[in-house]
């Protein structure tokens, strides 16, 4: 298998989200007793897929890194995935930008630990002025969190009266979530076999199509990802209306 089995001649998604779910379950597989050793060998399968987004044309690719809900986790898990993060920004970023890659974040930034969002906040700002592929980071991302805070700020610009009510549509909530110029994600990914969602981008894939493959993350590679968009492309988007 590999990119062979992609038809250029069919749409490809220009927004692909991943659940990079199953690094824990990598970790005890390998005989690992630190999940953190999980966590090392999945942000390898990052750089694959970037290549594999390169490769294939796709402009967007958001990756659930951390959710709100990550945050129960136990105290050496957190620290370690925090830790990871800065490291992985300090030894990418150059060959990132380099390759056009514009980092962006998505989620309660300022709920990381300083040194982790200063990393972050550097790499993004360093990397501003690329265009060819967005690498946007949800990090202590939640879908209802980032829903509340869209409502909070509607509701401040109607109570201003700069707004009726009655004037509230989709696109009014699309341009008061975290990132409003990316479109909807057309294609979500989620490894490691769980059929669930898991509190990500709930508004923006109200009709994406789903692929779910039992590989776990550290194991995914370019061809997975190849394989993915192929099904993809076998799908029929009906939207709600009748099939063609
Ligand atoms: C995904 O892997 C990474 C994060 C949620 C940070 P998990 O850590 O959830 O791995 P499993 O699901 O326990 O295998
Ligand atoms: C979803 O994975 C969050 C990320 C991949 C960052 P989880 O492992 O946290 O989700 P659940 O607990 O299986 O729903
Ligand atoms: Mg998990």
Avoid at 27 to 54: N, P, Q, S
Avoid at 111 to 127: H, Y
């Amino acid at each position: 298998m590999s990119i062979d089995i992609i038809d250029f001649d069919k749409p490809v998604p220009k927004h692909v989200a991943v659940i990079m779910d199953g690094n824990g379950r990598w970790a005890k597989k390998h005989g690992f007793a630190a999940r953190l050793k999980g966590h090392e060998a999945g942000a390898e399968t990052i750089r694959a897929v970037l290549r594999a987004c390169d490769n294939t044309g796709v402009r967007y690719l958001t990756l659930y890194a951390f959710s709100t809900e990550n945050w129960k986790r136990s105290k050496t898990e957190v620290a370690g995935l925090m830790e990871l993060l800065r490291r992985f920004l300090i030894k990418n970023i150059d060959e990132l930008i380099e390759k056009g890659i514009r980092l962006r974040a998505i989620g309660q930034i300022d709920r990381l630990p300083n040194g982790t969002r200063k990393e972050l906040e550097r790499s993004i700002e360093k990397s501003k002025h690329n265009t060819k592929l967005d690498l946007i980071l949800a990090l202590s991302y939640g879908s209802r969190t980032e829903i509340v805070d869209c409502i909070r700020q509607i509701a401040s610009i109607v109570k201003d009266g700069k707004l009726a009510p009655e004037d509230i549509s989709e696109e009014t909530v699309k341009q008061h979530l975290y990132a409003p110029d990316i479109p909807d994600p057309e294609l979500l990914i989620r490894t490691s076999g769980e059929m669930r969602i898991s509190n990500f981008l709930l508004w923006q894939i109200s009709y994406s199509e789903i692929y779910v493959t039992p590989t776990l993350w550290p194991d995914f590679r370019e061809d997975d990802f190849y394989e993915a968009i192929a099904d993809y492309q076998n799908r029929s988007r009906r939207y709600g209306g009748r099939k063609n």
